[in-house]
């Protein structure tokens, strides 16, 4: 006889909504909770697992035996197998004994739905029921307004592991976190920080992205609550957090979701769209109502338990296509004929309405690489209903160029140019993220030309012209203090640059941009919108110069860039500009705070000559790799 009493958290209406896949609480009802029963204390458990014969808890508590803690199958063909189990409490270890109908076949499984895992490279699932007192009302109260698109948006992308450890190389926990990388972040002045995954995750070397404990921060650093009290902190300091998620794959580990009853329960059956040969993963199916319940479910999970401002989410273009990354052969088409996965488009536009309409302060980010329509447009317009989308190609186009020796700029303008043919036609955060700095591709300041000099002002530029393109930004950790080798996941970043002039100085760079964007409503009001940016000059390719306006909704608020990628100055160079009057200096990456020559502040002005189509201009020297702000 078994040693877990019926019970149960579901109403029938709880499994009619998990059957028709509406059911976005489900975190509520499935997985392990402490409770007390009839005034004796222990612990519910429920799990989906219906092609199971039979489903035990197993844990340090009986010696990981099977048959003495068998759960009860629900009469109602959920396929939910639940009960409880008395004297079992916080802290205890346990998985998942499925005996499965399908030919006996036997799998131990963590629990989908745990709050909290055992540390790598150990893998049961653990009872957990933590308290934690938010303090961060005034964030919360106000959040609507400071995380709208039409508010600036800078990132720091941090991978926690890396950021910075301690003196044996050992982990900082989210309370040292809580303290270290808050003050820092508040320092440089960015708005918002993206932690790559924080759920739980076997490999080390996956940076995160082979997740097994979809509803558990990583016991790497600590527990719940402490990761409460970071995310805590960091609204406290007016800091907006994004968590990376990743509902297109999951690894194959035999604990995790993967034949997790002995049928393919998560991931889809057909293999063409069931695994994925780039990563070795399984995919979701996106199909079954059950699983776009617990996907949706973790979503809104991290919103609601965790105060999340926004989830970035990975690999979205490998989930929009059928084809992706296959060969002919390897894939099959939709109804219509065509490469669109529709049953993921489908979830994916569910998964953006559930989530702005149970958290409408929030944001959620498609990294997608392709050019799918309509990515960051509303559901009802045909869109997929992201807040924005990661511009992969500005990315790629900008890298490319400034690789390239500055005297063969001139022939590669239409880099730079090109992507404003486009830049309005999503809602587009500017990304250099962690993929552009691993694998043998170099630091960002090591794929810039020159000598030490010109690397760091190239880089001072390339920062410049990226906060004064329309759209967010997003900078990965490092490359604030120009972090000169590539990114290691298993060691701290080179912090002892910054004791160095050229380093600190592309710091100074950093937190000066950071303000300008912030306090200058022209950089963000209208950062989606066509009407937020003007040519003045995009075609002087010959000198390797670009001109440009900014606009905010108020006139007065207009700024005007004006950046030479060249290390040659360009003295007395004229530019049209729209108004008659005085221009200042607002920013000078070449200044000598920067690390730079220290080019003379600018005031200027206009002079009643027509350039440029307009019939005021000015006249200024550009400094070398340089880039000027002027208002």
């Known amino acids: 006889m078994s040693d877990v009493i019926v019970h149960s958290l579901f109403s029938d209406f709880d499994i009619e909504l998990f059957k028709a896949g509406k059911h976005f609480k489900l975190y509520e009802k499935l997985g392990s909770h402490p409770m007390e029963l009839n005034g004796q204390k222990g ?7 219906p092609t199971a014969k039979s489903v035990s808890v197993v844990g340090d508590f009986n010696n990981w035996q099977g048959k003495s803690h068998e759960l009860y199958v629900r009469w109602d063909a959920s396929g939910i197998w639940e009960g409880f189990i008395p004297d079992i409490g916080p802290g205890t270890l346990y998985k998942y004994n499925i ?8 799998t131990e499984k963590a629990d989908p739905y745990a709050r909290l895992c055992e540390q790598p ?9 933590g308290e934690y007192a938010w303090n961060d009302g005034n964030w919360m109260d106000s959040r609507e307004g400071k995380n709208a698109l039409d ?5 720091y992308e941090v991978h926690l592991g890396s950021w910075k450890r301690d003196k044996n190389n050992e982990f900082l926990g989210y309370k040292e976190l809580a303290e270290e990388l808050v003050a820092y972040v508040k320092e440089m002045g960015f708005t918002h920080v993206e932690f790559m995954p924080i759920m739980e995750f076997p490999y080390d070397p996956s940076w995160g992205y082979q997740l097994t404990g979809y509803f558990a921060p990583s016991s790497r650093f600590g527990s719940p609550e402490e990761f409460k009290l970071l995310v805590d902190k960091l609204h406290q300091a007016d800091i907006g957090v994004i968590l990376d998620w990743v509902p297109s794959h999951f690894p194959e580990d035999a604990h995790g979701l993967g034949f997790f009853d002995g049928s393919h329960l998560y991931e889809h059956p057909d293999r063409r769209k069931g695994y994925h040969p780039d990563w070795k993963s399984l995919i979701f199916n996106y199909g079954r109502n059950e699983v776009r319940a617990f996907l949706i479910s973790n979503a809104l999970f991290w919103l609601d338990q965790f105060h999340i401002d926004g989830l970035r989410v990975d690999a979205v273009a490998s989930m ?14 939709n109804i219509y004929g065509n490469n669109e996965n529709l049953e993921a488009i489908s979830f994916i536009r569910e998964m953006n309405e559930t989530v702005y309409g149970n958290f409408p302060g929030v944001q959620t980010i498609a990294e997608e690489s392709t050019a799918f329509s309509m990515v960051s447009k509303p559901v009802n317009m045909g869109g997929l209903g992201f807040g924005m989308k990661w511009m992969m190609g500005w990315m790629h186009d900008t890298l490319e160029y400034f690789k390239k020796e500055p005297i063969y700029r001139k022939h590669h303008q239409n880099d730079l140019t090109f992507s404003m043919t486009y830049a309005f036609t999503e809602n587009f955060m500017l990304p250099f993220s962690h993929d552009e700095v691993v694998y043998g591709k170099k630091s960002l300041l090591y794929k810039m030309p020159g000598d030490e000099w010109q690397r760091f002002a190239n880089l001072r530029l390339l920062y410049g012209y990226m906060f004064t393109h329309p759209g967010t930004n997003l900078i990965f950790m490092g490359g604030e203090f120009g972090q000169s080798s590539e990114w290691n996941y298993n060691q701290s970043l080179d912090w002892h ?3 160095y002039d050229f380093h600190s100085g592309i710091q100074e760079l950093i937190k ?3 303000s300008i964007y912030k306090s200058h409503p022209a950089l963000y009001e209208k950062q989606f919108s066509s009407e937020g940016f003007q040519w003045i000059d995009y075609g002087d390719a010959d000198n390797s110069v670009l001109t440009y306006i900014r606009k905010g909704f108020n006139r007065e608020d207009d700024l005007i860039v004006v950046a030479n990628f060249t290390p040659v100055p360009r003295e007395k160079y004229r530019i049209g500009v729209p108004k008659t009057g005085d221009l200042h200096q607002v920013f000078n990456s070449d200044a000598k705070k920067y690390g730079g020559a220290g080019s003379a502040d600018i005031t200027v002005s206009t002079e009643k000559e027509a350039w440029h189509g307009f019939e005021d201009s000015i006249e200024i020297t550009i400094p070398p790799l340089g880039i000027i702000i002027l208002k």
Do not use: C, H, M
């Open 43 to 49: 612990t519910y458990f429920a799990v989906w697992a």
């Open 99 to 106: 005996i499965s109908n399908n030919f006996g076949i036997v």
């Open 121 to 129: 490279p150990k893998t049961a699932s653990v009872v957990w029921e």
């Open 151 to 155: 508010k600036p948006y800078s990132v």
């Open 320 to 333: 929009l296509y059928l084809d992706y990354s296959r060969e002919e052969g390897e894939w099959e088409p």
């Open 497 to 499: 640059l910054t004791q």
């Open 512 to 514: 000066d941009l950071n």
